[in-house]
């Protein structure tokens, strides 16, 4: 059961700067848990992507950075690559669950 | 080397049972929270259950009362006993590390290293 609600896709030109938003509540991005995003190319495992908001891991290139407001957060990609289609998951912690939720998750294709 | 390799994986019957064992190599499973998270054919990710680095235990609604998480800290490994399974069980299931880092107020609950997954499919 998702519980952070995302974009089912997102599309853009290389080199454009795409958003992908993440929809939370109260009890998980709005109670102050942070939010993370994972990559999850065709046929792979997820890998993480951003940690904390805005905080990438090493190799991660500062094409990809996060940021919050209020009860809902956002993955920014800036000079899109053909390289970037893949699907994309937000993920926090909640309160009401006791436990990890991820978002719906966003395909992105690179026209 | 950071890793975790899942295994156990297979075709069950429904409300049959099967035991998941993740091995961890390159840090203690002891050390950090550990999570199974699961991706049903063609779906998103849906997260199934975590062990905290302190023993204590939290499951997904859906597979509360059916599914049990434990750590073996001599063999470094994770394992998810899976009970009365259902169809809509079957999926991908990744074993994954958190590291159990302290934010300003709550620990940051990310992922950071995932294994390859484990594929569970029950049908009749």
């Known amino acids: 059961q998702s519980v952070l609600t995302q974009p089912p896709s997102v599309s853009g030109a290389p080199g454009q700067r795409i958003t992908i938003s993440c929809a939370g509540t109260?009890?998980?991005?709005?109670?102050?848990?942070?939010v993370h995003w994972y990559r999850q190319l065709p046929g792979t495992a997820p890998e993480l992507l951003i940690y904390?908001?805005?905080t990438r891991p090493s190799g991660v290139p500062d094409r990809f950075s996060g940021s919050r407001s209020g009860t809902s957060a956002s993955l920014a990609i800036t000079g899109l690559q053909a390289e970037d289609e893949a699907d994309f998951y937000c993920?926090?912690?909640?309160?009401?669950?006791?436990?990890?939720?991820f978002g719906t998750g966003t395909r992105v294709t690179v026209l | 080397e950071v890793r975790l390799v899942e295994s156990g994986g297979g075709l069950i019957r429904p409300g049959g049972s099967l035991r998941l064992s993740c091995a961890a190599s390159?840090?203690?499973?002891?050390?950090?929270?550990m999570n199974w998270v699961r991706q049903a054919p063609g779906k998103g990710l849906e997260w199934v259950s975590v062990?905290?680095?302190?023993?204590?235990?939290s499951y997904a609604d859906s597979v509360k009362g059916r599914f049990t998480v434990s750590r073996e800290y001599p063999k470094n490994t994770l394992d998810l006993q899976m009970n009365n399974l259902r169809v809509e069980d079957t999926a991908v299931y990744y074993c994954?590390?958190?590291?159990?880092?302290?934010?300003?107020?709550?620990?940051?609950?990310?992922?950071?290293?995932w294994g390859k997954g484990t594929t569970v499919t029950v049908s009749s």
């Open positions: 062990i905290y680095s302190d023993g204590g235990t």
């Open positions: 390159g840090f203690t499973v002891i050390g950090n929270h």
């Open positions: 904390a908001y805005n």
């Open positions: 109260s009890s998980n991005i709005g109670a102050g848990y942070d």
């Open positions: 994954v590390r958190d590291p159990g880092r302290l934010g300003t107020h709550y620990y940051y609950y990310y992922m950071d290293v």
């Open positions: 993920q926090s912690y909640d309160s009401s669950l006791s436990g990890y939720v």
